[in-house]
């Protein structure tokens, strides 16, 4: 069968620019709104994974869905510290870091509106068993003492939480002495301060998780067989990647579910935008139509023409929505995470599966919109397209 040259098929597009831009416009607004929902999500799974270290192990209240609900008695704490394969710290010290973790209710710079933030007592080998996070300006807080530092979403985004201010939680103000930079991971949304004087200033008996750094991954397993053979423990330990990914799941798949939702709403009326100007397309075309089945094009690749000049006219919306959708990794946005209740700074995030996906839907919605116009250009007979010429 012979086919239609492509450039045939641009160039009609081409002469009627304003209708294809109008078209094509529609369809880019849709493909913006679907694109940009699976970067949301993107964008969270990857700031909570990030959070995590391939060769920590968290250890949590058995049940315990996050943080904030967990409980660890000192007890049971020093039994974990105690256990074999745990890596250690160029002075010989287990590198161990017992954390109470709370949220806390601060005002938003601008708005003033309470937002809960994830508050982390730490220490030194806490630090330690983060790399990634660095310090930006000022110092790490001294042991034993009111001074917190602030993740870099946290100081921009909370009054009283930059370098220098002061905050007021649990009974007593709080000196900002430092904001640290947590490569875009979720500590980035966080405030931390020595673990004992949290302990103290929030009245709490327990830590909320035990982060300790394996000498050796292969030892997880057993290191898990044995804290949760022990009957005195009660506690769960997983790979600190895979619990921050859990953490992510919920609401990143809530995103996605009502984002795609709302997509394949919109994808109706861009469908329906594709049909109208291709159905307008053939009425001004029924002589052109006649033409080419006189010079020996068949029916299939008139129908493939016209579905061809669809499915093109899509693929320049997908291409323009997906564009603006790009520019949306320069955008910071911060959401409640469903897992911990607390205020997450995030960044959209584009992904090669996401453009492909984007760019499939397009063509998608070109095709079902082109479908019935194509079939009723190839249906028509030569005799009647010459008619009407």
Partial sequence: MKAIPLSYIARNLWVRRVTTLLTAGGMALVIYVFATVLMMSEGIRNTLVATGQPDNVIVLRKGAGAEINSGIARSQAAIV?????IATDGQGRPLVSKEPVVLNNLP?????????????GTSELGLQLRPG?????GRMFRAGSSEIVTGRSVAQGFQGAALGETLRFAGRDWTVVGVFDAGGSGFDSEIWGDAEQMLQAFRRDAFSSVVFRLQDTSQFEALKAAIEADPRLQLEAKPEVRFYAEQSEALATFISILGTSLSVIFSIGAIVGAMITMFAAVAQRIGEIGTLRALGFRRGAVLLAFLGESMLLSLVGGVIGLGAAALMQ???????????????????????AIVWKTLLFALFMGFVGGFIPAWRAARLKIVDCLREA
């Fill in 81 to 85: 510290e105690s256990l074999p394969g």
């Fill in 108 to 120: 938003k710079r601008g708005s003033g509106k309470p937002s809960n933030v994830t508050v982390r």
């Fill in 133 to 137: 996070v660095r310090m930006l300006e």
């Fill in 330 to 352: 320069t955008v910071n946005i911060s959401t409640t995470n469903f897992q911990t209740f607390a205020e997450l700074a995030f960044q959209f995030k584009l992904t090669p």
